[in-house]
């Protein structure tokens, strides 16, 4: 940014921006729908369904969509992958409306297998990959997962936990591990599509043609709840493919906010490519990360697991402009001695969300890596990812802000103990997000989705204000819950664990803050008369039950009762200062 932008910054207001972005004519242009009878503004150009994505998608050819270590998968393979797979679901009974489970870490055929399951109108359900066995077996009974797909690692995890789920009529298998499962019903998924190297080799089938409208389910995404029992929130196609042109829209904001004219997409653009260090079964990393790069013609290179030293290398070697995913990602890019030993100046933007992020990030952001531009987003699962993002310097600007609704969204601050009150700018109250993107409910949970959501709009649950801009600012969670890295964690899940334990009277979860991970899970417990535990004990015995996340990074076992107000609710406020004589976490 020149002095004289600097001097005149903003150049446009937001909503100046968005009315020329949008008006009639324009790639993102609005128009008003009915959508479960609420007039909702959504992005007249977004693809129909993501089937339509996977279908433009092949207008990319030969060029590189997915790179995983030493595989690379072109545009074109992949559509043969997905439209082979579609038509082998079909032909073993996967019909519109299935539930069909995707539990893998981050592969190539994690892609394939979830646009195979949407193209055919069935409802794609990925689970976390890091959840323990019995985590899998409730998601798997609870969606009714018709077909559940797995890689080695999962299979064998769950192998004794799946005669406890009738549903399941068929597996398939990805690189191996299909003797875990001694079952007829179990498929290699090589045998259906092969290994990556070879899909550019399969027959070209078309994709199914089943008809898909808007706003039939696409998604069913697991988000814990205050109960401790994950609900599935269950998104539709718009709302899966709103990310695209809301993404699309941020990034045009920034320059007319500049005084510039945004770059012009063609077909001959240069490829962006994108560093994928978040899983897919995550909200942001399947629809905020995958889909719009899917429709962009982008390339996705994805890691095993999250290695500082190894994303230096993927950056340097396949010339990557984004990376990020979480402020823990950001802050180890950033802060890694290793780092000055890579030639990383293709780095464009270092892109986070889903955790609480300090505001001097974004300042180290731009001193590390000059010339990119950080940017921070606001979703959640109930959402199908992104509402708010904040970048460049509207991002420098508010470094506490995680920017404005994009223009097909709207927000809303209203007094939690009475959501039909709205609140007057400035005011911190509850934040109700109301859009296209906004899913249709939880599966299987009337009441949780009547609490859940007023009349298309979400409770997220966070406390917030908005300014007189329409930034947004998250101040608190209402909700009992904290997050770690990105994953989140409800406190009475961990709780309940610890009250399983025989020696445990009672316990209470907080969180600690943490500069890169946001926050950490502690625990305090009160032990029963005459009962004896160690710290060690009690956090094993919550590893056994839940994902290594959850896991408490401390317990400290109290020798006096926990404090409650009048109404007999833990303080936890008070808890927090239990720990203020620990060291510091780094």
């Known amino acids: 940014m020149s002095e004289a932008q600097a001097a005149a910054w903003p150049a446009m207001s937001i909503a100046q921006a968005h009315a020329l972005l949008t008006a009639p004519g324009q790639p993102l242009e609005i128009e008003t729908v009915n959508i479960a009878g609420r007039p909702t503004r959504t992005w007249k150009n977004t693809p129909p369904s993501l089937r339509a994505v996977v279908a433009m998608s092949r207008a990319h050819g030969e060029r590189i969509f997915l790179v995983h270590e030493d595989e690379r998968v072109s545009f074109e393979a992949f559509h043969r992958a997905v439209a082979t797979f579609a038509q082998d679901l079909s032909a073993h009974g996967v019909v519109k409306g299935d539930r069909v489970a995707i539990v893998m870490r981050n592969l190539p055929e994690w892609p394939v297998a979830f646009y195979a399951v949407v193209s055919l109108g069935a409802i794609a359900t990925p689970l976390n990959a890091w959840w323990t066995a019995q985590e899998l077996q409730y998601a798997l009974t609870n969606s009714g997962a018709k077909v559940a797909i797995f890689d080695a ?33 179990v498929v290699r998924l ?9 899909w550019s080799g399969l027959d070209d089938v078309p994709l199914p043609v089943t008809p898909i409208d808007p706003d039939d389910p696409a998604t069913l995404l697991y988000t814990s709840g205050t109960t401790g029992a994950p609900k599935g929130a ?108 890579y030639d990383l100046s293709s780095l464009e933007a270092v892109i986070y969300g889903g955790a609480p992020a300090a505001p001097e990030l974004v ?40 920017g404005p609704p994009a223009a097909v969204a709207d927000l809303k601050i209203v007094d939690p103990a009475d ?52 930034f947004c600012y998250i101040i608190d969670r209402a909700k009992d819950m904290l997050i770690r890295g990105g994953e989140n964690i409800y406190c009475i899940e961990v709780e309940n664990a610890l009250y399983d334990h025989p020696a445990v009277m009672d316990a209470a979860l907080v969180g600690l803050a ?40 401390r317990v400290l076992i109290a020798t006096e009762t926990l404090p409650r107000n009048a109404n007999g609710k833990i303080l936890k406020s008070e808890l927090k200062g239990w720990f203020a004589a620990e060291p510091a976490a780094n």
């Open 234 to 341: 269950l998104g539709t196609h718009r709302g899966v493919n709103t990310n695209i042109l809301t993404s699309a829209c941020a990034s045009a904001r920034v320059f007319l906010r500049r005084g510039e004219i945004p770059p012009a997409t063609t077909d001959d653009t240069a490829q962006r490519s994108m560093l994928m260090s978040v899983p897919f079964f995550h909200v942001t990393g399947c629809v905020a990360f995958l889909n719009p790069t899917l429709a962009a013609g982008g390339k996705l290179v994805m890691m095993r697991r999250w290695d500082p030293v190894r994303a230096f290398e993927l950056i340097a070697r396949e010339r990557i402009q984004t990376a990020g995913g979480v402020p823990t990602i950001a802050w180890q890019l950033i802060e890694h001695p290793a780092r000055a030993d």
């Open 514 to 553: 943490h500069r890169t991970l946001g926050e950490e899970p502690a625990a305090v417990v009160a032990l029963r008369p005459g009962a004896q535990a160690s710290e060690e004990d009690l956090r094993a015995h919550v590893a056994e039950r839940l994902a290594a996340f959850k896991v408490p990074v």
């Open 153 to 185: 690692e999962r299979a064998a995890r769950v192998a004794e936990q799946l005669g406890a789920c009738p549903e399941l009529e068929r597996i398939y298998i990805a690189r191996g591990g299909e003797a875990a499962i001694p079952d007829p019903h």
């Open 419 to 470: 959501p039909s009150r709205e609140l007057a700018v400035g005011e911190v109250g509850e934040l109700l997000a109301f859009g296209p993107m906004v899913v249709s409910g939880y599966w299987n949970r009337p009441e949780a989705t009547a609490s859940g959501f007023i009349d298309g709009w979400v409770r997220t649950g966070d406390l917030a204000r908005l300014d007189e801009d329409g």
């Open 190 to 198: 090589e045998s259906v599509i092969g290994a990556p190297q070879d």
């Open 363 to 402: 300042r180290k952001i731009r001193e590390t890596f000059p010339g990119s531009q950080p940017g921070i987003g606001w979703g959640m699962t109930e959402t199908s990812g992104t509402v708010t993002s904040n970048s460049a310097e509207d991002y420098l600007n508010r470094p506490d802000s995680c």
